[in-house]
């Protein structure tokens, strides 16, 4: 805890669940993602043995040092990234200590890994007394997610930085434009341990796509025309279209190897328990799914819960 008084800097970046078009967007594809309501916030004060970074809501043990001393290779090499980014650089201006908290679950999809990094360098960039503006933040952030995800496209840490919903496109300038929705859109999100990091998984699909560009560019260009199809349906606020379109773009992510076991079965569980339609939201190989649910998701939540998996209900709202 702080003493009453003592200096104190915060920042705060929600997760993100996609609706359409992840792994095409790393392709060019537009994708569309939306802000989520749990997030991460970070507490930036002095602390004479820092710097140190701790996330109890990630274990109690999780404790950070820029020079990896402590383990947590990427989380580490980040922290030292945000720190050289916000320009403490110096002995005495890295004195810190950073406590990062929240609901977000960590490694399932759900954009922790951008939410970290916007929340850190928002609070480092109070802390210095000068806070990033969100085009730098933007910048800043898109580098540190490098550390966690090699090339991203960038779809997680800009609606990290800018929440709302949002249709995104790599290498567009802007990459990314607000999406009208009609009607609150009702999710269930159910989670599974990951199997492999979200880098091996943008990394594997990378290699066959290499193997074989024009199917994969095929598959790419279809899980664009579904995303496209996905920002009319928001905008008619068509909630059957919708699962329908994410039922279809699943089916993609599947024929693009993305899809573990779990994934599947967290998808069928959606739809035998009043979902219009279901995906994989992030980068698979476990991790979350998403289930459109406009009735009681009750039914759903208990038979996740009961097959090991962990739930929550959400919602997407009307803009
Ligand atoms: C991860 O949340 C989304 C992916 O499309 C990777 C990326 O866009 O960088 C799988």
Known sequence: MAARGA??????????????????AVYGRPAIAAALGSGLGAVVQADA????????????????????TGGFESLSKAFAAALGLAGLDTPEARR??????????????????????????????????????????????????TV?????????????TLGGCLRFERGRT????????AVPVP????????????????????????????????????IGEIAEAGVAALAAGDLPRLG??????????????????ANDALVALARQHGALGAKL???????????????????????CVAGGYGAFATRVDAT
């Open 7 to 24: 200096p104190m800097a915060t920042g705060a970046a929600p997760g993100k669940v996609i609706l359409f078009g992840e792994h095409a």
């Open 49 to 68: 043995a820092g710097p140190v970074l701790h996330i109890p809501a990630w274990g109690q043990n999780v404790r950070v040092r820029p020079d990896g």
């Open 96 to 145: 810190v200590g950073v406590t990062m908290d929240g609901e977000l679950p960590p490694s399932v999809g759900l954009g922790s890994s951008a939410a970290f990094s916007v929340a850190l360098l928002r609070a480092l960039g109070q802390w210095r007394g000068r806070p990033f503006s969100d085009a730098e933040i933007l910048e800043a952030a898109f580098a540190l997610e």
């Open 148 to 160: 966690f995800h090699g090339s991203p496209s960038g779809v997680d840490h800009t609606v990290a």
């Open 174 to 181: 802007p990459a990314y434009s607000p999406v009208a929705i």
């Open 187 to 222: 999710l269930v999100v159910a989670f599974a341990p990951r199997e492999s990091a979200g880098r091996q998984m943008v990394e594997g699909l990378r290699a066959r796509h290499d193997a074989l560009p024009a199917v994969y560019a095929r598959i790419f260009d279809a």
């Open 244 to 261: 329908q379109l994410f039922t279809l773009n699943h089916d993609l992510l599947r024929a693009c190897g993305v899809a573990s076991a």
């Open 281 to 303: 939201t992030g980068a698979g190989g476990g991790g979350s799914v998403i289930a459109l649910v406009p009735g009681d998701p009750e039914p759903l939540l208990r038979a």
